[in-house]
């Protein structure tokens, strides 16, 4: 029988605990979070995306402003923004919502961010330091990813983990951070794309498998060994008649074929997710502290 890894519970103790920090700091006087958020045009996910953010931060006492701004913003607009941001010492983290309008480079974006208020981890600096092993900020999905193996004390050490996807802000992140000599790591790590021969037999051999090509019920039970854990990043939104909002998420793993041969499994919703988002959090209290840069 599998367990079943409650994300959205674990994320919840989380945001008690950051609640209850930030409560300390506006005891002591302190300087109370603050997460920035820039967002441009009006993607509807990306819209969903920035409110949940907004939310997040209200219930745990961490200020939040979002500046929204049309889709004809000129990219030397935004530069100049962030800059703004940057100098400003009242804000703490800073993300702009990804994707971006095709007139802006994003890399470009993310390279004027202060790497001490990228609380994102898309900055090549905190990517480099993350890479290296020093203090950094990481971004939230594999964040949130080892913060589950590490309360449910799942074991990595020698076990082979085969990622699947090789985004730059999921699965090269996680690939490193899975081998690296400290735990959550010590796996040895595999990591699977569109380019991979024959991905069930790599994935059938694997201790730990982490699903995050964006490919809805991807992962099925021959590509999966009895007795593996199975962590599904995916969110692929489909049309739903069953729900307020008309649409529901499917996530990279058939969940009812895989879950049987599985020892642990996160679902869709309810796992992966809820702790990206707690992730951001952690990240922006850590700024505020300048735990990471000080
Ligand atoms: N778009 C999709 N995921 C993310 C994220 O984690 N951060 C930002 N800034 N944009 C995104």
Known sequence: MYKLIEGKKIADQVKAEIKQEVSDIREKGGKIPHLAAILVGHDGASETYVAYKQKDCSQVGIESTLFHYEDDLSEADLLAKIEEINRNEEIDGLIVQLPLPEHISEQKVIEHINPGKDVDGFHPVNVGRMVIGLPAYISATPAGILELIKRYKIDTVGKTCVIIGRSNIVGKPLSILL?????????????????????????????????????????????????????????????????????????????????????????????????????????????????IYS
């Not at 699903?211 to 060994?225: P, R, Y």
């Not at 854990?229 to 009812?256: A, C, H, M, Q, Y």
């Not at 074929?257 to 869709?268: G, L, N, R």
Request: include cysteine; hydrophobic fraction near 40%; charged fraction near 25%.
């Open 179 to 291: 081998s690296q000599k400290k735990y959550p790591g010590n796996a040895t790590v595999t990591v699977c794309h569109s380019r991979t021969k024959d991905l069930a037999l790599t994935a059938r051999n694997a201790d730990i498998i982490v699903a995050a090509l964006g490919q809805a019920e991807f992962l099925k039970s021959d590509m999966v060994k009895e007795g593996a854990v199975v962590f599904d990043v995916g969110i692929t939104r489909v049309p739903s008649e069953n729900t307020k909002s008309g649409w529901k998420l499917i996530g990279d793993v058939k969940f009812d074929e895989v879950a049987p041969k599985a020892s642990f499994i996160t679902p869709v919703p309810g796992g992966v997710g809820p702790m990206t988002r707690v992730a951001l959090l952690k990240n922006t209290l850590l700024a505020a502290k300048k735990e």
